[in-house]
């Protein structure tokens, strides 16, 4: 269930980043489109970010996702 939080987090903490970065360089909007012209090529973004964090399962000792 924790798990499920932390993933529900990081998305839209995620979301959050994305539209801030869009907000704060208004000139690099094309680069944005450019770089994520699908929900596909976010949700591979998101999936590499949350790859990077090492989360511990308090139960079974695991770091896997």
């Not at 939080?5 to 839209?12: D, E, H, P, R």
Request: glycine share 2%; proline share 0%; with cysteine.
């Amino acid at each position: 269930m924790r798990g499920l939080l932390v993933v529900f987090i990081l998305k839209y903490l995620f979301i959050i980043r994305i539209i801030s970065i869009f907000i704060a360089k208004k000139h690099e909007y094309f680069n944005f489109f450019q770089q994520f012209s699908d929900e596909n090529a976010s949700w591979l973004k998101f999936k590499a970010l949350r790859n990077n964090i090492t989360l511990i399962c308090d139960k079974w000792i695991c770091t896997e996702h």
